[in-house]
């Protein structure tokens, strides 16, 4: 029997099994979507699966509304509120329960969701995915580096530290959502951390060209910009993609909620799929509510890197190269204290005929002052 290479593919093993869960969340409800979760993961797991997606901000939905200076104050303060009390902030209870539901599974879990930032000072939500491994374990987030058009008025800007790639018993696993698989070089940052499995979610999958609404159906599976981008990715990053849209329709909105009946969710009809790296799909598109699946066979990834090693034979660092920044504002409090420089302290210290051991004495205790 051949030994399995010193380098493994997908974690050593020779197949990983993946699913999508495209059904709905409980629309702007957090509690109840939890719940929903909880038993969606259970039944993902089934027939032995390591790796369960959910769509874009599944929790706990994404704002299919539109909003501006002339909204009606009420409906657009009752929305807001919605919005804000369905977000979630990780870690917490809540992330918790996520991860109780991946450890019963043993699967790991990716969950995208509306993420409140954890700071106290700061109150701003953002497009998010959760990562969580196979004991529970919440790994890390992604932050939606840019929101899209009006997403902007919902969501805050990710950070370099949301451009990251998870080493798992699974391979290497990474993602990216909506519009940044149209950022060109944020996709070339993930393929430059060498991602074997990329997690890639949208709202739903749309034509922008067909009119009426700027956002319709892709009934053809022909138009959505985001089928064509990811199978790119794939076959640029040598690695499987897992595209996950959302799934709703009217009878999962609640009938109190303010924008119910004014919201283009006629493109929220699924449209998942499973890329292999040669960027063909093995499952998918499939439309409507359903938990799609797939087998990821490693010898897909060693066959193509074979030919095309985007990070290795097949990269020219010496003509061209990506640098990806270490700003990451989102670890650290907004407000910072400044600390007096050492060489001013001692020089006004000598001036002033103050001991030095005073001077460090206090320097100590601001420093600990400002840490606490």
Known sequence: MMQKSSKPVLGGREIVRVAIVQKAPAFMDREASLIRAEKLIAEAAEGGTDLIVFPEVWLSGYPYWTEGWDSPLQQWAGGRIRFRDAAIVAPSEDTERLGAAARKAGAYVVMGCNEMDSRPEVSTIYNALLFFDRDGRLMGRHRKTMPTFTERMFWGQGDASDLIVFDTDIGRLGGLICGEHLMTLVRAAMIGLGEEIHVAVFPGAFALHTGPQLEEWDAGHQAFWGHASVRAHALEAGAFVLSACGQIDEADIPDDFPHKGRMNIGYAKGGSSIIAPLGIPLVGPVEGPAIVRAELQAWMIKAWKAIIDTNGHYARP???????????????????????????????????????????????????????
């Open 318 to 372: 010496d003509l061209v190269g990506l640098r990806l920044s270490d700003h990451a504002p989102s670890q650290y409090p907004v407000l910072q204290r400044t600390q007096p420089r050492p060489a001013l302290l001692a020089e006004a210290a000598e001036k002033n005929g103050v001991e030095p051991a005073l001077v460090e004495s206090m320097m100590h205790e601001a420093a600990r002052l400002a840490s606490g």
